[in-house]
């Protein structure tokens, strides 16, 4: 079985299990196995980091209960906290392991323009003073123009990443204004893979880029020199999004439709 997942981590020690510690995973799994107890692990898509929310994380799982696929999205309903949803699941072959059938990810960053602080977005946004000057929206989407293709972010992950093999691309990197809230900012990032902390710290330094902290090519010095010192603050972790994983297999048995297949169905009925 694929999940589609939805959580506010705000709670949470990040998606990965851990022991002694709450995480998504481990929500997860109680609630897939008080409807199904001979089922063992789940795997996960990404291993988003404690604070880090997602809209469209991508689960797997083999189950032996026999359940269509609304009683799975319906059924741990009743079994998650209510910062954690089920919002989507759909038949997969068994041991389907969706970290190995990316075929892309998009990551949302937003940031909130107010001097005072918005209680309903405590968490789920990072407040910046400094971004109210009409320049500063042409600074941010400048230096993010900067990141797109595909380069060596050797500079663009923390220092408990050791992956060798540092190089990655970046489909786009766009920053607008959120239609609903002139007061948020998105930086939206789509990219093959992604190494650790590379989203929030490329936001912090296209912030820091905006506020006059770093001078402007910041990123592209960093892409040359590969070195992380020439890059900006680490943007904190409430503010940032998984927005979506493409996968190569998305099964054709799935609960609820995809809004193309209702809106056929109400047009052919």
């Known amino acids: 079985m694929l999940l589609t997942v939805a959580y506010d981590g705000r709670p949470f020690a990040g998606f990965a299990p851990q022991p002694s510690q709450r995480t998504i995973a481990g929500e997860l799994l109680g609630a897939l196995q008080a409807l199904d107890p001979k089922v063992r692990a789940i795997r996960g898509a990404s291993r988003t980091d404690a604070g880090v929310h997602a809209h469209g994380q991508r689960v797997a799982f083999d189950a032996e209960v026999a359940m269509p696929m609304r009683g799975w ?12 949803a089920v919002r989507r699941a759909a038949k997969v072959p ?34 910046v003073d400094g971004l109210d000057d009409s320049g500063a929206l042409g600074l941010l989407a400048e230096e993010a123009s900067r990141c797109v293709g595909t380069h060596d972010f050797a500079a663009f992950r923390s220092s408990a990443d050791e992956r060798a093999n540092t190089v990655r691309t970046l489909r786009a990197v766009r920053v607008s204004e959120d239609p609903s809230d002139g007061r948020l900012l998105r930086v939206d990032v789509e990219g093959d893979a ?36 020439d890059l900006g603050i680490t943007a904190p972790a409430d503010g940032l999004y998984l927005e979506h994983i493409a996968l190569r297999e998305e099964g054709t048995e799935a609960w609820p439709p995809s809004t193309k297949a209702s809106i056929q169905a109400q047009l052919t009925s």
Not at 97 to 120: E, I, S, T, V
Not at 196 to 204: E, K, S, T
């Open 73 to 84: 999205v319906l059924g741990t309903a009743r079994h998650l906290p209510p910062e954690i």
């Open 94 to 127: 068994e041991g389907f392991a969706p970290r190995f059938q990316n075929q892309g990810k998009h990551y949302r960053y937003l940031l909130l323009r107010d001097a005072a602080r918005d209680p309903f977005l405590e968490g789920r946004a990072w407040r």
């Open 194 to 229: 992604f190494l650790h902390n590379m989203v929030r710290i490329l936001v912090g330094t296209l912030v820091d880029v905006a506020r006059g902290r770093l001078a402007p090519g910041a990123t592209q010095k960093a892409l040359d020199t590969k070195r992380r010192a």
